[in-house]
Each structure stands twice: as structure tokens, then as C-alpha cells.
């Protein structure tokens, strides 16, 4: 009777008219993000073949300026020249090594010679962090700029040592981040379990709503109520399991035949604390462990919201309204947070479960690094989930002892 039930659950989730029309609207939006939004997505690293030739074009024309007016050694500065006549810039000769430089990285990028092409990019990047530390345009609506610019630059030059130090070939998709396993990465750390968790929320709102269209069968069913609110919790979980995993295996793949599936092996930039914001706050895991920590974290949250919407489910008889709390407890940190906030009404932010709901950027110190603290742990994180787990299985079990079978289909 057990099976039966938890399979006939499943399908009728699986089968839902409700159902049917969001697995679509998802799967349409996956491949947009494969085929079009994550491939063709520009990022600071991304190689801009039209304002790298104009760049070139420029430096042509201020060495024929500097040619014609015989000026090729050093240029000095009018207002420091009384002080420190002896210092001089040399222009000319910058500009014919810069020249030189983004011609070569302009014919490797034309040649896919991603290789050379990462090497002569790391080898600019070491000896011009301006590139990042100086550029206006890089985060310039966030709080801290420049505090962003500079883990922005020591996590693309770990990024680029470890790719020089591995044994992989280097391919645009290694190079970009766009390979199977990388673009699964970024997708998690950039609110990607946000969306997969709201996929759950949907999937589990109505499990006991759409039951009352059908009060006089399935109060005779001769299973206890409390185990038929956990069967309904298990069909919910795993259909949602089966869908997070499928979403996840379409979009690998995907990702996988256009530009390779990546490595296990690659080094993923975590920081482990906030002394000095200097590369010594650094360290890696690799992106096995890294995917393997987050994913891990994923069938708890996945848990902890079937069974958070039974209890709304018992609570308003809704689904709208139980998709509407759940979704609002979901997302509830962006109500409050900011840059600063460390403490929820006068707690460490650190013990709330919605600190832990972006797991993704748990595993690799982001949200350390965000809040400039230390105290959003895995370990914390994973503790934090059980025991708000647990508390909602005690006000499970306590709502499911006044709200029983009768109560519930004959409420109006």
C-alpha cells in the first residue's frame, strides 16, 4: 500500500496540468542560458576582438605622432620636471611593447591558440593589475569597488596559474569558464540553487490542496495520516530530486558537446579568511570537491521546504498562498540584505537558515567575503539546516495532531 501510494503521488505530480506547463517554461529557459545567455555572456575576461584592433589602432597612431615629431625616448612631466628632471616616462617604448603584446594575444585569439593566448594574457595581468584594481566600469555600483576589484584579480590570476600548471589542453571553453563542469560552477555560485529551490517549492505547494477534490476517496484510505503527510513529503522529494538531477545532466551536456566537459581536477579560488585581502587569504579546493560539497547541501534544502510547505499546506489549504510564504522565506535575505549586515535582530547573521539557502557561495568563502566575516562556515551552514529541519518536523508532527484527516478535507 506504501509503494502504491508513493508511486500514484508521483505521477500525479509528474502528470499535473500544473506541472507540465513550468517543466516546459524551464527547460525552454535552460537552453537559452546553454545556447545563448552563458556562451556569448561578456565578462571582464572575455576577448573583445573590435576594441582590442582599435586599441591597436591607437597605439599606430601615437607612435607616428611620436615618430614624426622625433620625440622616442623619454617624456617628462612639466610639473615634476624642476623636482625630478632626471625621471622620465617612456612612452614610445610602452606602447611598442603594448602593441606588440595585444597583436600577439589578437593572432592567437584568430589562430585558437588558446594556450599562447592564456599565457601572454596571465604574463599582462601580473605586470598590470590596473587592469583590474583601476577600472572604473568593474563594479561600480557596488559598495566596496575596489575591494571587489582586487578578489576579482587574485581569483582570475589562480584561475589562469592553475590552467598553466595542469597538463589540459587550453581550449576557449577551458579559458572562459564555459566547459560542462565550469559552467555548473558558476551556475551554483550565482544563485542557481535559488532557482532549482524555487522549482521544488513549486512542485510541493499543492500536494495536499489538490487532494480535497477528492475528500470522499482518500479519507478512506487505510494508511494513518502522519504517514500519508510523509509519503506525500517522499513523492514530492524525490520528483523533485529527479528534476534538479535531469536539469542538471541536460545542462552539462549541453554545455558538454559545444565546448567540452572540463576536469575534475581544476582548482576553485575559495577564501578561508579576511586578515590581510591580500592572495595569503587564498587557498583552493578542486572542482570535484567543490560540487561535491554543494550538491551535497541540495537534497537538505530540498527536504526542508517539501516539509516546510506541508505545514503551510495544513495551515491555509492554499496552494497559491503556500507558494506565495514559501517563496518570500526563500528569498527573504534579499529583504535585508546588505554589505554590512552582520546581525538579524541582534543575532549573528550566521546562525539564520536563509543565510545557507545560496549554498553555492558558502563552499567558496563568497559570503564571507561579502559580509567580511568568518563566522559562514560549511560545518555552521550544514548544522544550521538540520536542526531548522528538525524544528519543522516537530511543528509537522504537532499540526498534523490538530489538523488531522477529518479536519483537514472538511474545511471549507
Known amino acids: 500500500m506504501n509503494r502504491n501510494y508513493l508511486v500514484h503521488e508521483f505521477l500525479i505530480t509528474a502528470r499535473s496540468r500544473r506541472t507540465i506547463p513550468f517543466v516546459f517554461f524551464i527547460t525552454v529557459l535552460l537552453f537559452c542560458y546553454c545556447l545563448i545567455l552563458w556562451p556569448y555572456a561578456n565578462t571582464k575576461e572575455a576577448f573583445d576582438k573590435k576594441k582590442t584592433h582599435e586599441y ?10 611620436w615618430e614624426s615629431i622625433g620625440n622616442t625616448g623619454l617624456v617628462f612631466n612639466r610639473k615634476s620636471i624642476d623636482v ?11 606602447n611598442a611593447y603594448n602593441y606588440n603584446l595585444f597583436l600577439a594575444m589578437s593572432q592567437s585569439f584568430e589562430d585558437r591558440n588558446f594556450e599562447r593566448m592564456l599565457q601572454l594574457r596571465t604574463f599582462y595581468l601580473q605586470n598590470n593589475p590596473n587592469e583590474y584594481l583601476e577600472d572604473r566600469f568593474l563594479f561600480q555600483k557596488a559598495p566596496f569597488p575596489s575591494k571587489d576589484r582586487k578578489h576579482a584579480y587574485y581569483q582570475t590570476m589562480m584561475k589562469y596559474d592553475d590552467y598553466l600548471n595542469k ?4 581550449t ?53 495520516w502522519y504517514r500519508q503527510l510523509n509519503l506525500k513529503s517522499l513523492s514530492a522529494f524525490l520528483y523533485s530530486m529527479a528534476f534538479i538531477l535531469s536539469i542538471i545532466v541536460v545542462g552539462v551536456f549541453i554545455m558538454t558537446i559545444q565546448f567540452g566537459f572540463g576536469y575534475f581536477d581544476l582548482n576553485v579560488p575559495i577564501m578561508i579568511k579576511q586578515d590581510t585581502f591580500t592572495p595569503e587569504d587564498y587557498s583552493v579546493i578542486s572542482m570535484a570537491a567543490y560540487l561535491g560539497k554543494t550538491l551535497l547541501a541540495l537534497p537538505l534544502l530540498v527536504i526542508l521546504f517539501v516539509r516546510l510547505n506541508i505545514v503551510l499546506s495544513l495551515l491555509f489549504k492554499n496552494e497559491w498562498i503556500v507558494l506565495f510564504i514559501s517563496s518570500l522565506i526563500l528569498f527573504s535575505e534579499r529583504l535585508y540584505f546588505t554589505r554590512s549586515t552582520r546581525e538579524l535582530f ?18 567558496d568563502g563568497e559570503k564571507n567575503f561579502l559580509l567580511n566575516t568568518e563566522a559562514i562556515t560549511y560545518s555552521n551552514g550544514i548544522t544550521v539546516l538540520l536542526i531548522t529541519y528538525l524544528v519543522i518536523e516537530v511543528i509537522l508532527f504537532i499540526v498534523s495532531l490538530i489538523i488531522n484527516k477529518r479536519r483537514f478535507y472538511l474545511a471549507s
Open 172 to 224: 576557449f571553453g577551458l579559458m572562459y569558464e564555459k566547459t560542462g563542469l565550469q559552467t555548473l560552477k558558476n551556475f551554483l555560485q550565482n544563485y542557481g540553487i535559488y532557482i532549482l529551490l524555487f522549482c521544488v517549492i513549486y512542485f510541493s505547494s499543492d500536494i495536499l490542496s489538490r487532494d480535497r477534490k477528492h475528500q470522499a476517496v482518500l479519507q478512506g484510505l487505510p494508511i494513518s
Open 346 to 363: 541582534g543575532k549573528d547573521i550566521s546562525l539564520f537558515p536563509q543565510t545557507y539557502f545560496d549554498f553555492g557561495k558558502i563552499v
Open 56 to 65: 591597436l589602432t591607437y597605439l599606430e597612431n601615437q607612435q607616428d605622432l
Open 167 to 170: 597538463d589540459h589542453p587550453i
Open 84 to 94: 625630478y628632471f632626471q625621471v622620465g616616462n617612456p612612452v614610445y617604448a610602452k
